[in-house]
């Protein structure tokens, strides 16, 4: 079974910079490849949903983002250390929640949280103003 490890929340000022990790280790699903997941990172702040933040194939490295943070935030893949990163730049408070790193086989919208069956544990960001 994959599990996935976030890394790399805390505390930073508004206008600050944060860079999250996901370590990704484990068995895929039965005879498939690491290529063919798409990784996603997802936020939940106190109160609401969990909504998407970025995701990126594993295969290809083709990248999407939520207009929140499109200019803001870079996902990048790493094959050989199995990581994924999220790189956030010029954080506001309104991107303060839990980071969720996700993984997902079959699909075909990157932002529906309900493709991604394999979840981490979660690492707060917190951005003061």
């Known amino acids: 079974q994959m599990q996935l490890v976030e890394s790399g929340g805390g505390l930073v000022q508004a206008g600050g910079s944060l860079r999250l990790s996901c370590a990704v280790s484990?068995?895929?699903?039965?005879?498939?490849?690491?290529?063919?997941?798409?990784m996603g990172w997802f936020r939940q702040a106190p109160g609401k949903e969990r909504d998407f933040v970025s995701a990126?194939?594993?295969?290809?490295?083709?990248?999407y983002y939520a207009d929140s943070v499109k200019g803001r935030f870079t996902i990048s893949r790493d094959n050989a250390k199995n990581t994924v990163t999220l790189q956030m730049n010029s954080l506001e408070p309104g991107d303060t929640a839990v980071y969720y790193c996700a993984a997902r086989l079959f699909g075909s919208r990157w932002s529906s949280r309900d493709e991604y069956d394999i979840w981490g544990q979660g690492t707060q960001v917190t951005v003061s103003s």
């Open positions: 990126i194939t594993w295969s290809g490295g083709r990248s």
């Open positions: 484990g068995r895929t699903f039965r005879s498939y490849t690491m290529d063919r997941y798409t």
